[in-house]
């Protein structure tokens, strides 16, 4: 049985669920707990990163080479194009969600966090007690509030701009690359969890995100877009444990 070692709301191991789901592979869940858990994927890994899939005496680190590992034990659905061009591009748009994407999201929704108690408390893990919890919540947004100024959703904000270029590129089109679901369309809708929590996070988290881009009007379809791709892949998911 296939092990993966995540945080629940790390878009990266959300990239990895889903293409699990894509290809109906059966796999355990194992919650990290961050920071002391961590320990645990050190030993495991050699890196205190997650996520880790663990198969028998396979253990492989980082969302990408894990895709490529599934590739490999379950080819179909396949999710890395065959078709040079195609596999170019998916690599591209992959690499540019796990770095770019990826950095913006985390600094747009830390900054949301800052300055909304509910978002912040809904995002502390589930082991850390109530009491605790409801002290985090209260503490004073300026206390917190290091990001405070970093980000700008203006017109020009470079994050905004791609969102908006994604936006487009889904608008008419079901897949970012070629005619089937690729790990492009994983890697984008996963760091998308970010800026606005999808449905399959839970009902504590599930719509909320980063003020002025998950309710920004423009970006509508592009949310709606990763909706579906969740309904698509929740067709399989009943092996999930
Ligand atoms: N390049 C890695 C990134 C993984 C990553 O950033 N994981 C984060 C969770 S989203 C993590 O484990 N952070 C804890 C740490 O860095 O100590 C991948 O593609 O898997």
């Known amino acids: 049985m296939l092990e993966l070692y995540q945080f629940r709301y790390s878009p990266f191991c959300l990239k990895i669920r889903m293409a699990l789901q894509a290809k109906e592979l059966s796999c355990r869940i194992i919650e990290v707990v961050p920071g002391v858990g961590q320990f645990n994927i050190f030993r495991l890994s050699g890196q205190r990163q997650v996520p880790i899939l663990k198969d028998r005496d396979n253990v492989i680190s980082g969302s990408s080479e894990i895709i490529e590992y599934l590739e490999e034990i379950k080819p179909e659905p396949q999710l ?27 600094k747009a929704l830390l900054k949301s966090a800052t300055l909304n108690k509910d978002l912040r408390v809904a995002l502390l893990p589930n082991e850390i007690p109530s009491s605790i919890k409801e002290f985090l919540g209260k503490l004073p947004c300026e206390a917190i509030n290091e990001f405070g100024s970093l980000i700008n959703y203006g017109e020009d904000s470079s994050l905004l701009k791609s969102l908006k270029n994604l936006s487009n590129l889904v608008h008419e089109k079901e897949w970012l690359v070629g005619n089937s679901l690729s790990v492009a369309d994983l890697a984008v809708a996963a760091q998308l969890s970010l800026i606005k929590f999808p449905t399959s996070s839970g009902e504590v988290i599930s719509g909320k995100g980063c003020k002025g881009l998950a309710d920004d009007p423009k970006l509508k379809n592009l949310f709606t877009w990763r909706d579906q791709l969740e309904l698509y892949l929740l067709q399989n998911s009943s092996y999930m444990m």
Not at 88 to 105: G, K, M, P
């Open 80 to 106: 890395i194009p065959s078709n040079p061009k195609e596999a170019a591009q998916v690599h591209l748009i992959e690499n540019w969600a796990d770095t770019t994407f990826s950095n913006a999201a985390k």
